[in-house]
């Protein structure tokens, strides 16, 4: 459970890093990666579907991530 929360910050940190570094030192149209991850952020906040821990789900990665931890 720890595991698979921990691998979801990871991956939602390199992709707003990556995309907000590329954005400053390349185009600015990296900057759509960090925009696109706030709002799957606010929509997973909504609706309780995350795709990085349906992805990580699906490769058999870590455990059951419950509402309570």
Do not use: E, N
């Amino acid at each position: 459970m720890q595991r698979k929360r921990r691998l979801h910050d990871a991956i939602v940190g390199v992709l707003v890093t990556a995309g907000v570094a590329l954005g400053y030192w390349g185009s600015p149209v990296w900057l759509w990666i960090p925009g696109a991850v706030g709002l799957l952020l606010i929509q997973s906040g909504l609706t309780g579907f995350c795709p990085v821990y349906y992805t990580l789900d699906k490769l058999g990665i870590g455990g059951q991530v419950t509402a309570t931890g």
